[in-house]
């Protein structure tokens, strides 16, 4: 039995983004959901290119293996997204997750890699059919940390996988498909918000279209901390209704009008007080009359409370605008991130901004930056212990020491990636213990010095 797909696709940028980085595609064979990553006007190219190359597959694969040709579209895409950032430097660490499936009318193969994430309604039960490739799925794969803990781990966002046009390796397998099935493809923006118990209920009532719809709303109410997009697949025994593939996110283009323009300070702005109408004394030869103010006592009464309106309606304003800015600079704070060192040359992240305000700093240390013997990083909020050491602005060669203190600032994905990137060129520990010369010599910074100690 050929069994067909209804589906669907909707997205919003959120109530924190300035813009929309995913992208959605639903079509009768083909689900995808790429979430970019790497700043404004260049990880929304990233999904575009990956959806732009996996669009061509919305047709029925016949005998064909689905994982295979997702596969191979997907590499596609990452050579294309490699030549973008060549072509255009300024792109650089721009990338792009991926949760993509292709149906043939009777299962579908799945293509993984990053922290969106697949779910399956079946029988009105949800289950997670991808996992998770981050750093603290690795660990709760390992026993070290409870799956409890996830949300609240500082290194929750650092991915492990992405399409960024270098070589990766993705998750493949294939899922049955039966009657009454739901699929539901999402950015973390729905998943990080949004408990699996409440998307469980929401995915299974009314239409994909209604479910779709209350997700994306569910997203919003929870603060709308990110681009959310869902995209939806609906396994039925009939032929549904034929409609166009839906594109949405980053896909759709620029919106001109904000989504949310609603806002405390617009409601208080639009505060207004109507004005009092005094109905007319009809007389006694049938002419109205309107009565006039008794005495000025009266006339002044009705000018205070104008007044008093006026001034209400000020301090209204004044503190929605005080309250609007607050919140925009705690927000700001909590999400912007820099590299620094201390001290003792240690590289680390800081969360905030480089400022202090009456004595108090506005930045803390959010992550220390290790690295071992290998030359592998690790991003911690503890001190480095074990085989790892701080990595210091000295362990990179002289002529990139200058870079440090040249970073720009962003989310802490873009930052860490920049740390990746200076960790790439550090020095390779030294294989001997070095000499008193060359001591002195990396004391003093000296080109000579071409290993570091450990």
């Known amino acids: 039995m050929t ?24 079509g009768p064979h083909l689900l995808i959901l790429a979430d970019g990553m790497g700043g404004h006007a260049a990880g929304e190219v990233a999904s575009e290119l990956m959806v732009n190359h996996l669009e061509i597959l919305d047709q029925d694969p016949g005998q064909e293996d689905t994982t295979a040709l997702l ?12 030549d973008h950032v060549k072509a255009h430097p300024e792109t650089e660490g721009m990338g792009t997750t991926l949760s993509t499936m292709l149906f043939n009318g009777t299962d579908f193969g799945v293509c993984h890699v990053g922290d969106s994430r697949g779910y399956l309604l079946r029988d009105g039960k949800l289950k997670q059919i991808t996992k998770d490739d981050t750093y603290v799925q690795s660990l709760v794969d390992k026993g070290e940390l409870d799956p409890g803990d996830v949300s609240s781990h500082p290194q ?5 996988k992405a399409y960024t046009g270098r070589p990766v390796e993705a998750t493949l397998f294939t899922l049955d498909a039966k009657p009454g099935d739901r699929i539901l493809l999402c950015s973390d923006g729905l998943s990080d918000p949004v408990t699996a118990s409440t998307i469980e209920t929401a995915l299974g009532q009314g239409s994909i279209e209604q479910a779709g719809s209350t997700l994306v709303d569910l997203a919003i109410r929870s603060g709308g901390p990110d681009n959310v997009t869902v995209v939806i697949g609906e396994v039925t025994e009939e032929s549904p209704q034929e409609h166009e593939p839906f594109r949405v996110g980053a896909l759709a283009g620029p919106t001109e009008e904000p989504t949310h323009p609603d806002s405390s300070a617009s409601r208080a ?57 607050g919140l925009w600079a705690k927000n700001f704070l909590s999400n912007n991130y820099y590299v620094a060192t201390n001290e003792a040359q240690e ?16 930045h803390s240390t959010h992550q220390n930056v290790c690295i071992n013997d290998s030359n592998s990083l690790l991003f911690s909020g503890q001190p480095c212990e074990g085989d790892f050491t701080p990595l210091k602005v000295t362990d990179l060669p002289e002529s990139e020491r200058s870079a440090v203190d040249h970073l720009s600032t962003g989310d802490l994905g873009e930052v860490q990636q920049q740390v990746n990137d200076l960790g790439d060129k550090a020095l390779k520990p030294c294989i001997t213990a070095p000499s008193q010369k060359d001591k002195k010599d990396a004391k003093k910074n000296k080109p000579g010095v071409t290993c570091r100690e450990v």
């Open 347 to 362: 590289i680390t992240i800081q969360q905030g901004a480089d400022y202090s305000v009456f004595g108090k700093e506005l």
């Open 269 to 325: 702005a639009q505060l207004s007080r109507k004005p009092q109408v005094i109905p007319p004394v009809v007389m006694a030869d049938g002419e109205e009359e309107r009565p006039e103010p008794a005495d000025d006592e009266a006339e002044d009464e009705t000018s205070g409370r104008k007044i008093g309106w006026k001034v209400l309606l000020a301090l209204l304003i004044v503190l929605a605008l005080v309250i609007g800015a």
């Open 71 to 82: 596969e191979a579209a997907a590499e596609q895409a990452n050579e294309a997204i490699s």
């Open 3 to 26: 069994l067909k797909l209804n589906f669907f696709a909707k997205s919003d940028r959120g109530l924190i983004r300035d813009n929309n980085e995913d992208s959605g595609y639903a």
């Open 156 to 160: 929750k966002s650092l991915i492990l």
